[in-house]
């Protein structure tokens, strides 16, 4: 089964084609950039090596997935004799709200209920649907899958989605926790419990997605359970740029005192704060942060401990609301490769029950991996996302279904 999955942002398109019969293999995959803007980037290659670059004009998603398809069975670059070949697209949705709870088919019904989030996604899911439709313009007859990023946590109790406000805010206008990251979320949870070997059923996970955004989950027997972004995007952790929880009332107070507009907060909170904000070096970059911290940058140093020290806040409170836990997960760009962030995270925590082997944290590899301790009390993994092949393999799980 041949599956096409589409990334469609605000001016990028992202793709990869998978062969699902063949080991998952990847045939083929690329990045459209700057869409619509002066010097569009065009990037693609092939599992046979083939490998372009350029800038190519491209005006709108529909000339993105025109484009992608010519790559497809271009006569140099093609991996398929004839886009009839594609079984199935699957498409990441960021926002589902509670019309959709898991991966669907894409119906005009669907369709409908992606539009209605218009308002909780402004940044994504307009164009999450015009890559939806121009799919459709381009490959008509080849069905299309959403995958939504706030599904898998759709499963979460009330006591855990519902904020401190009047309930009506909640009946009326839906204002709840939500969550994000769920297709990644899905995925290594997934992984752990089969790497894990134990019954699933009973296994008590925590994830914590820590890329450029950063979110954790509490899952118990693959179900979600609680997760730290909300409405939106925007609340948990400290992130590159976000600044994850905060007493609200500090925006009512920025407002008056610094004569703030709506859109100044929203800058502010989403594109100025988190590690960019507190570290003040221009790079929201854990990497370029780590460096600086090195180097003896006071306050780098502690805009990465404050990163750490939050994590390791909902750590705490995770394994309460599980009632215990099994397995840790660390994953996504930090997540996978900051042996520094991981070792801060859990510095110190053996006697709440995590003691890393250090020999082990320090292993780099695109491996699922161990790098708690033998007899550390729970086992903390290490698990490579894969938010393509997550989303090819939920689609293939709807159409089988
Ligand atoms: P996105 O959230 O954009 O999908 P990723 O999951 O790829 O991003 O994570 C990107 C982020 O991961 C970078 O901005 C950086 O902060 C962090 N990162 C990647 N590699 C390292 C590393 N070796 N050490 C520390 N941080 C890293």
Same mark, same amino acid.
């Given at each position: 089964?041949?599956?096409?999955?589409?990334?469609?942002?605000?001016?990028?398109?992202?793709?990869?084609?998978?062969?699902?019969?063949?080991?998952?293999?990847?045939? @083929?995959?690329?990045? =459209?950039? /700057?869409? !619509?803007?002066? &010097? +569009? #980037?065009?990037? %693609?290659?092939?599992?046979?090596?083939?490998?372009?670059?350029?800038?190519?004009?491209?005006?709108?998603?529909?000339?993105?997935?025109?484009?992608?398809?010519?790559?497809?069975?271009?006569?140099?670059?093609?991996?398929?004799?004839?886009?009839?070949?594609?079984?199935?697209?699957?498409?990441?949705?960021?926002?589902?709200?509670?019309?959709?709870?898991?991966?669907?088919?894409?119906?005009?019904?669907?369709?409908?209920?992606?539009?209605?989030?218009?308002?909780?996604?402004?940044?994504?899911?307009?164009?999450?649907?015009?890559?939806?439709?121009?799919?459709?313009?381009?490959?008509?007859?080849?069905?299309?899958?959403?995958?939504?990023?706030?599904?898998?946590?759709?499963?979460?109790?009330?006591?855990?989605?519902?904020?401190?406000?009047?309930?009506?805010?909640? @009946?009326?206008?839906? =204002?709840? /926790?939500? !969550?994000?990251? &769920? +297709? #990644?979320?899905? %995925?290594?949870?997934?992984?752990?419990?089969?790497?894990?070997?134990?019954?699933?059923?009973?296994?008590?996970?925590?994830?914590?997605?820590?890329?450029?955004?950063?979110?954790?989950?509490?899952?118990?027997?693959?179900?979600?359970?609680?997760?730290?972004?909300?409405?939106?995007?925007?609340?948990?952790?400290?992130?590159?740029?976000?600044?994850?929880?905060?007493?609200?009332?500090?925006?009512?107070?920025?407002?008056?005192?610094?004569?703030?507009?709506?859109?100044?907060?929203?800058?502010?909170?989403?594109?100025?704060?988190?590690?960019?904000?507190?570290?003040?070096?221009?790079?929201?970059?854990?990497?370029?942060?780590?460096?600086?911290?090195?180097?003896?940058?006071?306050?780098?140093?502690?805009?990465?401990?404050?990163?750490?020290?939050?994590?390791?806040?909902?750590?705490?409170?995770?394994?309460?609301?599980?009632?215990?836990?099994?397995?840790?997960?660390?994953?996504?760009?930090?997540?996978?490769?900051?042996?520094?962030?991981?070792?801060?995270?859990?510095?110190?925590?053996?006697?709440?029950?995590?003691?890393?082997?250090?020999?082990?944290?320090?292993?780099?590899?695109?491996?699922?991996?161990?790098?708690?301790?033998?007899?550390?009390?729970?086992?903390?993994?290490?698990?490579?996302?894969?938010?393509?092949?997550?989303?090819?393999?939920?689609?293939?799980?709807?159409?089988?279904?």
């Amino acid at each position: 089964m041949i599956i096409l999955v589409i990334n469609a942002g605000s001016s990028s398109v992202k793709f990869t084609l998978f062969d699902m019969s063949d080991n998952k293999k990847v045939l @083929a995959n690329g990045l =459209i950039e /700057r869409i !619509g803007l002066e &010097g +569009t #980037s065009v990037k %693609y290659s092939n599992h046979k090596d083939y490998k372009y670059q350029d800038k190519v004009p491209v005006k709108n998603p529909q000339d993105a997935v025109k484009l992608v398809a010519k790559f497809l069975v271009g006569e140099e670059s093609g991996v398929l004799k004839k886009l009839e070949e594609i079984d199935a697209i699957g498409h990441r949705v960021v926002h589902g709200m509670e019309k959709i709870q898991k991966p669907e088919r894409i119906t005009e019904q669907v369709k409908e209920a992606i539009k209605e989030c218009f308002s909780v996604s402004p940044l994504h899911n307009p164009h999450n649907l015009a890559g939806v439709e121009a799919c459709e313009a381009v490959l008509p007859g080849v069905p299309n899958v959403g995958v939504f990023d706030t599904a898998f946590h759709s499963t979460m109790p009330p006591r855990a989605y519902l904020y401190g406000l009047p309930y009506n805010l909640y @009946a009326e206008d839906r =204002i709840r /926790r939500y !969550g994000f990251h &769920g +297709t #990644s979320h899905a %995925y290594v949870s997934r992984a752990a419990a089969a790497f894990d070997g134990r019954p699933p059923q009973n296994l008590r996970i925590i994830t914590c997605h820590l890329g450029n955004g950063a979110s954790m989950a509490a899952v118990k027997g693959g179900i979600c359970q609680d997760t730290s972004m909300g409405l939106t995007p925007l609340e948990g952790l400290l992130m590159g740029t976000r600044s994850g929880d905060l007493d609200p009332a500090i925006l009512l107070h920025l407002m008056k005192l610094k004569n703030l507009s709506v859109q100044d907060v929203d800058n502010l909170l989403n594109k100025q704060s988190g590690v960019l904000g507190l570290a003040g070096v221009g790079s929201s970059d854990l990497r370029d942060i780590e460096e600086a911290a090195d180097k003896g940058d006071k306050k780098c140093a502690m805009a990465l401990e404050a990163y750490a020290y939050r994590v390791r806040k909902y750590i705490g409170s995770y394994i309460a609301a599980l009632g215990g836990l099994d397995i840790l997960v660390f994953t996504a760009g930090a997540g996978e490769n900051s042996v520094t962030l991981r070792a801060a995270v859990l510095a110190d925590l053996e006697e709440v029950g995590f003691k890393l082997d250090p020999a082990r944290n320090a292993v780099r590899s695109p491996e699922i991996r161990v790098i708690s301790a033998d007899d550390s009390r729970y086992k903390v993994l290490v698990v490579p996302t894969n938010e393509e092949l997550a989303i090819a393999e939920f689609t293939q799980e709807v159409l089988a279904s």
